[in-house]
C-alpha cells in the first residue's frame, strides 16, 4: 500500500501549487488511506509559531511554539520524530486525549522550513521505521508540489 498510496498523492497534487489546497488533500487521503489514526493534518511555520492548517481528526491546538510538543520539537530539530507512547514523551501537548503514538515530519519549501506533518494514532507504538519513510515520502511529495509562500 505505501507506495499505492504515495502514487495516488503524487496524481493528485499534480498541476497544483497551492499549500493549502494540497495540504487538505493530502491531510484528507492519509485519513482515508491508512489505517488506525485519530488524526492526520499540518501546521505552518508563523514566526516562531506553528499554526494549524488542514487537517482530518477532531479539533486541534491551534498554536504550537517552535520547540514545544512534539512537533514543536521535530519542527524545531527539523527531523522527524517517532513517539511511540505520548505519555512518555516529555512535553506532549494532548490536544486529543486518545492519542498515544505520533509520528511529526517537518518539511521545507523553497528550501525554508514551512511546517509539519502531524500523524497521531490511538493504538500505542502504531508508527515504525516503513512509516518514517512512508510519512517522509509524502512531506516530500506535498512539498515539491507547493509553490513557495511568504509563511
Same mark, same amino acid.
Given at each position: 500500500?505505501? &507506495?499505492? *498510496? *504515495?502514487?495516488? !498523492? @503524487?496524481? !493528485? !497534487?499534480?498541476?497544483?501549487?497551492?499549500?493549502?489546497? /494540497?495540504?487538505? /488533500?493530502?491531510?484528507?487521503?492519509? #485519513?482515508?488511506?491508512?489505517?488506525? &489514526? /485519530?488524526?492526520?493534518?499540518?501546521? #505552518?511555520? @508563523?514566526?516562531?509559531?506553528?499554526?494549524?492548517?488542514?487537517? +482530518?481528526?477532531?479539533?486541534? =491546538?491551534? @498554536?504550537?511554539? *517552535?520547540?514545544?510538543?512534539?512537533?514543536?520539537? $521535530?519542527?524545531? @530539530?527539523? %527531523?522527524?520524530?517517532?513517539?511511540?507512547?505520548?505519555?512518555? #514523551?516529555?512535553?506532549?501537548?494532548? =490536544?486529543?486525549? $486518545?492519542? *498515544?503514538? %505520533?509520528?511529526?515530519?517537518? #518539511?521545507?519549501?523553497?528550501?525554508?522550513?514551512?511546517?509539519?506533518?502531524?500523524?497521531?494514532?490511538?493504538? &500505542?507504538?502504531?508508527?515504525?521505521?516503513?512509516?518514517?519513510?512512508?510519512? %517522509?515520502?509524502?512531506? +516530500?511529495?506535498?512539498?515539491?508540489? =507547493?509553490?513557495?509562500?511568504?509563511?
Amino acid at each position: 500500500m505505501p &507506495l499505492d *498510496l *504515495l502514487a495516488e !498523492l @503524487r496524481s !493528485l !497534487l499534480a498541476g497544483e501549487t497551492d499549500a493549502i489546497a /494540497n495540504a487538505a /488533500n493530502t491531510a484528507a487521503l492519509i #485519513f482515508a488511506r491508512v489505517e488506525k &489514526l /485519530n488524526w492526520a493534518g499540518f501546521y #505552518f511555520l @508563523r514566526g516562531e509559531t506553528l499554526v494549524v492548517g488542514p487537517f +482530518q481528526g477532531l479539533p486541534a =491546538c491551534t @498554536r504550537i511554539p *517552535l520547540g514545544r510538543g512534539v512537533c514543536g520539537t $521535530a519542527a524545531l @530539530r527539523r %527531523e522527524t520524530i517517532v513517539v511511540p507512547d505520548v505519555h512518555a #514523551f516529555d512535553g506532549h501537548i494532548a =490536544c486529543d486525549s $486518545a492519542s *498515544l503514538s %505520533e509520528i511529526v515530519v517537518p #518539511f521545507t519549501i523553497a528550501g525554508r522550513l514551512a511546517g509539519v506533518l502531524d500523524i497521531d494514532s490511538p493504538v &500505542l507504538n502504531r508508527f515504525d521505521e516503513s512509516d518514517r519513510a512512508l510519512f %517522509e515520502a509524502i512531506a +516530500q511529495a506535498y512539498a515539491e508540489a =507547493c509553490a513557495p509562500w511568504d509563511g
